[in-house]
């Protein structure tokens, strides 16, 4: 018994995605030439899936920022804030965080997986219940795995299976603590967090939500869809990342709870990691002031979202349910899903393949993810490209309905 | 073996046969991730199912700890009668 026998058949499919040429979980960029575009494989190739949203990684100010944060500050910080000292930039982003959200309080993590595994493993305690979204981000669930509270997961979007959940609980001691996203990753689907928060009110209950997708993306000045939707007093935490909109690493939570300094000595994943270099800061903290000042930046992204998804629904794709920055279609199976990825990425698209678990009920997908830096003739250009190979594989739906 | 046993047994077993793609031989011994086939995510959602049925919430790490149905058939036993 070897000690990677364990993984035997994921290592096979592995291999096999290795010897084929074309790998989606191991590809390697060369030079990246523009938020939409890098050399892969010597070739340049349109970039639709790096949830780039607003386009920001080569914007002047941005990078301008964080060259001379390196040059004042130095290259890392060499250590935790609580252990090793916080630098200025690290406040001034938490003061931002917090100005643009309307909150007392923000806190900056070191990416935003730790960000959820921080703020949702020192909510909810021993004693304590935590309800998840069934189709929650692996982060969410490996929070709850971190945290010693209850955990029970609820119908994805489902307000009615949440409030039967806080039901059965009613009597139980303890704080029950709710956690949903703005945007779902895989299939662009948003919560119906009116619903949810009036759940949430009925019964007490504390709510959490992650817009790491929605941020930048949703809402009149871009704090995402609890201000789209109206209910950001409802909303007890937001938590959120800088690695989509924001163009840098990082995440975040803002709220306005009193007390909430305390989370910085007793989240662990806040505690025991180096904080955010100079550099990193500097940039989200000029890309936050660029997602303020241009709302054109997200006008353009969702034209490109809706352009992009009309299109392949046209095409007689399965889409997720509403259009959103992030476009998946639904394959019949992984085969499919890796044989379309690797037509378009030779016709020179970049895409992305995800796969069950991380995909809810199974679902093999073929995902794109689009960019405010996108022009409409990009968008086009990769609609063509998907009407291409996805006819010469039999995927478009009136193909596959006539090969039955 | 009590009438609630043999009760949470028939839906639990109704309801795997149902969401599997086809019929299978099922005991308390069938293992549900190696038997099956089904993976972590599959197997919440299919104890969510259950937990419709009989309105009870089963928490993630006691379905972390069911390697067997007999072992899903105790755990919903228990929280049932502690409903």
């Given at each position: 018994m070897?000690?990677?026998?364990?993984?035997?058949?994921?290592?096979?499919?592995?291999?096999?995605l290795?010897?084929a040429?074309?790998?989606?979980?191991?590809?390697?960029?060369?030079?990246?030439?523009?938020?939409t575009?890098?050399?892969l494989?010597?070739?340049?190739?349109?970039?639709?899936?790096t949830?780039?949203?607003l386009?920001?990684t080569?914007d002047p100010?941005?990078?301008?920022?964080?060259?001379?944060a390196?040059?004042?500050s130095?290259?890392?910080?060499t250590?935790?804030?609580?252990?090793?000292?916080s630098?200025?930039g690290h406040?001034?982003?938490?003061?931002?965080l917090?100005?643009?959200?309307?909150?007392?309080?923000?806190?900056v993590?070191?990416?935003?997986?730790q960000a959820?595994?921080g703020?949702i493993?020192?909510?909810?305690?021993?004693?304590?219940?935590?309800l998840?979204?069934?189709d929650?981000?692996?982060?969410?669930?490996?929070?709850?795995?971190?945290?010693?509270?209850?955990?029970?997961r609820?119908?994805?979007?489902s307000?009615?299976?949440?409030?039967?959940?806080l039901?059965?609980?009613?009597?139980?001691?303890?704080?029950?603590?709710v956690?949903?996203?703005g945007i779902?990753s895989m299939?662009?689907?948003?919560?119906?967090?009116k619903?949810?928060?009036?759940v949430k009110?009925?019964?007490?209950?504390?709510l959490?939500?992650?817009?790491a997708?929605?941020l930048?993306?949703?809402?009149?000045?871009?704090r995402?869809?609890?201000?789209?939707?109206?209910?950001e007093?409802?909303?007890?935490?937001?938590?959120?990342?800088f690695?989509?909109?924001?163009?840098?690493?990082?995440g975040f939570?803002?709220?306005?709870?009193?007390?909430?300094?305390?989370?910085?000595?007793?989240?662990?994943?806040y505690m025991?990691?180096?904080s955010l270099?100079?550099?990193?800061?500097?940039?989200?903290?000029?890309?936050?002031?660029?997602?303020?000042?241009?709302?054109?930046?997200?006008?353009?992204?969702?034209?490109?979202?809706?352009?992009?998804?009309?299109?392949l629904?046209?095409?007689?794709?399965?889409?997720?349910p509403?259009?959103?920055?992030?476009?998946s279609?639904?394959?019949?199976?992984?085969?499919?899903?890796?044989?379309?990825?690797?037509?378009l990425?030779?016709?020179?698209?970049?895409t992305?393949?995800?796969?069950?678990?991380?995909?809810?009920r199974?679902l093999?997908?073929?995902?794109?993810?689009?960019?405010?830096?996108?022009?409409?003739?990009?968008?086009d250009?990769?609609i063509?490209?998907?009407?291409?190979a996805?006819?010469?594989?039999?995927?478009l739906?009136?193909e596959?309905?006539?090969?039955? | 073996?009590?009438?609630?046993?043999?009760?949470?047994?028939?839906?639990?077993?109704?309801?795997?046969?149902?969401?599997?793609?086809?019929a299978?031989?099922?005991?308390?011994?069938?293992?549900?991730i190696?038997?099956?086939?089904?993976?972590?995510?599959?197997?919440?959602?299919?104890?969510?199912e259950?937990?419709?049925?009989?309105?009870?919430?089963v928490p993630?790490?006691?379905i972390?700890e069911v390697?067997?149905?007999?072992?899903?058939?105790?755990t919903?036993?228990?929280l049932k009668?502690a409903?």
């Open positions: 070897a000690l990677f026998d364990k993984y035997a058949a994921l290592a096979a499919q592995y291999r096999q290795e010897e040429g074309a790998n989606p979980f191991n590809v390697q960029f060369g030079d990246v030439l523009s938020p575009e890098a050399m494989a010597g070739r340049k190739t349109l970039l639709l899936g949830n780039n949203y386009g920001l080569y100010a941005v990078l301008a920022a964080a060259a001379a390196t040059s004042t130095g290259s890392g910080t250590g935790s804030r609580i252990a090793n000292g630098y200025g406040g001034r982003l938490e003061a931002d917090a100005d643009f959200y309307g909150r007392k309080h923000g806190m993590f070191s990416t935003g997986y959820n595994l703020i493993s020192a909510l909810a305690g021993k004693g304590d219940h935590l998840l979204d069934a929650s981000h692996a982060s969410i669930y490996d929070a709850s795995r971190l945290g010693y509270a209850q955990v029970t609820f119908r994805h979007n307000p009615e299976d949440l409030a039967n959940r039901r059965r609980l009613a009597d139980e001691p303890g704080d029950k603590v956690i949903v996203e779902y299939l662009g689907d948003t919560a119906p967090l619903e949810f928060a009036a009110r009925e019964y007490g209950a504390y959490v939500v992650d817009e997708h929605s930048g993306v949703l809402g009149a000045t871009g995402g869809l609890a201000e789209q939707a109206g209910v007093a409802d909303c007890d935490f937001i938590v959120g990342t690695s989509k909109s924001l163009a840098g690493v990082g939570a803002v709220t306005d709870m009193a007390g909430a300094e305390v989370l910085r000595v007793v989240s662990r994943p025991f990691t180096a270099p100079p550099a990193n800061i500097a940039a989200t903290q000029a890309a936050l002031h660029e997602l303020r000042t241009r709302p054109d930046l997200r006008h353009r992204l969702n034209a490109n979202a809706l352009r992009l998804y009309r299109g629904e046209r095409l007689g794709f399965e889409l997720g509403e259009p959103s920055p992030v476009v279609a639904i394959m019949p199976s992984p085969e499919a899903a890796f044989g379309l990825w690797a037509a990425l030779k016709a020179g698209l970049y992305n393949v995800s796969l069950p678990p991380a995909t809810p199974g093999a997908l073929l995902r794109s993810s689009v960019s405010a830096a996108h022009s409409p003739a990009q968008i250009h990769a063509a490209l998907f009407a291409e996805g006819s010469s594989l039999g995927l739906k009136s596959m309905a006539a090969a039955k | 073996m009590s009438d609630q046993a043999s009760e949470i047994r028939e839906v639990i077993f109704g309801t795997l046969q149902a969401a599997l793609p086809q299978r031989p099922l005991s308390d011994e069938t293992h549900i190696e038997d099956l086939g089904l993976d972590s995510v599959a197997v919440m959602d299919f104890v969510m259950i937990e419709d049925k009989l309105d009870i919430s993630l790490d006691k972390a390697e067997t149905l007999g072992d899903l058939v105790a919903v036993q228990r009668q409903a």
